[in-house]
């Protein structure tokens, strides 16, 4: 048989503090995104026009080879999440 050790109050509160700090590190670094690279959201506000309208004009570019297509990781509010990047596609 094993011998049970018994936990104490501060044996807790120091596992519970240590598994709080962990919680609060980032679980994802931002990817450092290089010039020339757009989002959506970028571009709609730069042109003027509505976030759906240049999705459907960038996914038509990017079909017919005017522009590319990469996934970046970026800091939104509270967490990081990959999004799509566009850049036009030099002829």
Known sequence: ??????????????????????????????????????TVSDLANESGRAPVTVSQRIRHMVKNGEAERKDFAIQLEQVVRKTPHYRLLKK
């Open 1 to 38: 048989m094993t011998k049970k050790t018994k936990i104490t109050a501060e044996q807790i509160e120091s596992s519970l503090s240590a598994f709080c700090r962990q919680l609060g590190k980032p679980n994802a670094v931002p990817d450092v995104v290089p010039p020339g690279w757009f």
